[in-house]
Nanobody, 121 residues
């Protein structure tokens, strides 16, 4: 089983920055893709940014130019650097990783517990 632990959320004023981190642990053979999603009150969970192991990235239009996703393969960690934050970025942010476990070489699709990001105007 693969567990994800997030850190780095908090309260920040508009225009400020936050850095989210998500570390995976467990029986990991390979991570194929890492990503961040968010869910605001009363809204559906939406994609923020994703990255594959070969470095391809994908960003929501609303965060392009402000957010950057990166990874540390050696530490099985994905990071989301968020700059120029806006009140509409307020949400619970979830990390996600998809890959293969060492146990039976079965696939996994794991989610973090979520971290609150609040941007005040």
């Amino acid at each position: 089983q693969v567990q994800l632990v997030e850190s780095g959320g908090g309260l920040v004023q508009a225009g400020g920055s936050l850095r989210l981190s998500c570390a995976a642990s467990g029986s990991i053979f390979r991570i194929n893709a890492m990503g961040w999603y968010r869910q605001a009150p009363g809204k559906q969970r939406e994609l923020v940014a994703t990255m594959t192991t070969d470095g391809n990235t994908n960003y929501a239009d609303s965060v392009k130019g402000r957010f950057t996703i990166s990874r540390d393969n050696a530490k099985n960690t994905v990071i989301l650097q968020m700059n120029s934050l806006k009140p509409e970025d307020t949400a619970v942010y979830y990390c996600n990783m998809v890959g293969v476990q060492t146990i039976g070489f079965s696939g996994f699709n794991s989610w973090g517990q979520g971290t609150q990001v609040t941007v005040s105007s």
